[in-house]
């Protein structure tokens, strides 16, 4: 997102970030809620700093990571789309600070501010393919392959802001929730993937260039899909 403006060019970061009637500018400290499942679906979201999950629960109390998500990402956009509830749970990963946007606002700037409705199209057409990304990845990858890609998702390899290869602070539950796994057989490629110089895993995790290689080269698998 990040560009040098022209004059007269539309100005993306001081859009999204200035202060305005319907607009609240808000920090949130790792682990605090910022919406949750059910909730009225009454403001859309975005991310100037941190990492969000998503995260969904089924009636019989089962849950799933749907989404981890970073800076200039959008969240809670539904609620555009006739969303009237809330059909995930928004928790801060890390400390973040998020602009949160009235859908009455968002509404009125997209059909005024020629900007700013060619910027969320452009996210939403990167979302519907990265949703459609994760199904074949559900459906025909390994869940070392999975956890791979999901790795270096978190990491932000193949983005235009370029890679943060050292991951905020995330739990292999949370690994194991995203990629439809257990805990165990998350810690067990970890380790793997740190024995082969992929990741440096202590504390934090490092995420070389070399799990991208693997990732690229690697056939895909339909076996391996013990859970």
Known sequence: MKQTKKKG???LNTFLTKKAEGRALGKYA?????????????SVFYIIKGKVKLRVTSEEGREA??????????????????????????????????????KAE?????????GFSEFFISHLLIR???IQADLVDQLFNSSERRLARTLLLLANFGKDSGPEPVLA??????????????RS???????????????????HIEVHRSLLNMVLHEKPEIKDRAI
């Open 9 to 11: 060019e539309f100005d």
């Open 30 to 42: 790792a682990n605090r809620t910022i919406y949750s499942q059910g909730d009225l679906a009454v």
């Open 65 to 102: 990571v749907v989404a981890i998500l970073g800076s200039d990402d959008f969240f809670g956009e539904g609620c555009m789309d006739r969303e009237a509830l809330r059909l995930s749970t928004a928790t801060a990963l890390t400390d973040c600070t998020i602009m949160k946007i009235s």
């Open 106 to 114: 968002f509404s009125r700037e997209i059909q005024t501010e020629k």
């Open 128 to 130: 519907s393919g990265q």
């Open 169 to 182: 602070k995330i739990s292999q539950e949370t690994l194991a929730e995203m990629i439809g796994t257990t």
């Open 185 to 203: 057989r998350v810690n067990h490629f970890m380790n793997k993937f740190r024995r082969l110089g992929f990741i440096d895993y202590n504390g």
